[in-house]
């Protein structure tokens, strides 16, 4: 456990990669891990609004909310980390800020609304950026991709198929790469959450 403060803000550590550790940065050939986490930039041309939803403040220059399940968030994940967003600041960027964040920035928003993003990774495959998050509960990895603009490929870990086909868009070593991290790095959180004896 870290504990910082930054901008006034206490910061508390016990993000899972505390537990969980990728033991390389090279996880195959080809396939690097840059970051664990997805940082929202601070867009100055936003102005400072705040309004009340469900009767919490939140406020989405600076990406707070007061409600219970932020508040713990605060304890788990750096500041400004795209799986803070509760879903009353999911509404509150949606409904009147979403458009004015990049391509890639909407996407996670809004996928991390809907999947609920435990974890997530920036790697690199073959010198190409993407994304891997984990939605634990829902025991569902999702892939981002840029072709063109950047898309979201679900992949089921139960089934250990993905539900849409990412075959035109990577070629069959990647897809291969991306599945054995997915199935990998699931199976070392499981081992953490059921420790046997």
């Not at 609920?116 to 569902?140: D, G, Q, R, T, V």
Request: proline share 3%.
């Amino acid at each position: 456990m870290t504990i910082k403060q930054i901008d006034g803000e206490i910061i508390v550590d016990l993000t899972l990669r505390n537990n969980v550790k990728l033991k390389n940065p090279s996880i195959a050939d080809g396939l690097i891990l840059l970051d664990t986490s997805y940082k929202i930039e601070l867009n100055k041309t936003f102005p400072k609004y705040k309004t009340r939803i469900s009767n919490h403040a939140v406020d989405v220059y600076y990406l707070y909310c007061t409600c219970k399940t932020y508040r713990e968030s605060i304890k788990k994940y750096p500041k400004r980390d795209i799986r803070r967003i509760c879903k009353h600041l999911f509404l509150a960027i949606s409904s009147k800020f979403i458009d004015r964040y990049d391509e890639l920035t909407k996407l996670l928003i809004e996928s991390k609304f809907w999947y609920s993003h435990n974890e997530i990774f920036k790697l690199s495959l073959n010198n190409e950026i993407i994304y891997i998050a984990f939605s634990f509960e829902k025991e569902l990895a999702n892939l981002f991709l840029k072709r063109n603009e950047w898309q979201l490929f679900p992949f089921d870990i139960n089934t250990k198929d993905w539900k849409k086909d990412v075959s035109s868009s990577l070629a069959e070593t990647e897809i291969k790469l991306i599945k054995n991290f997915i199935l990998r790095f699931y199976k070392d959180w499981k081992n953490e959450q059921n420790p046997t004896i």
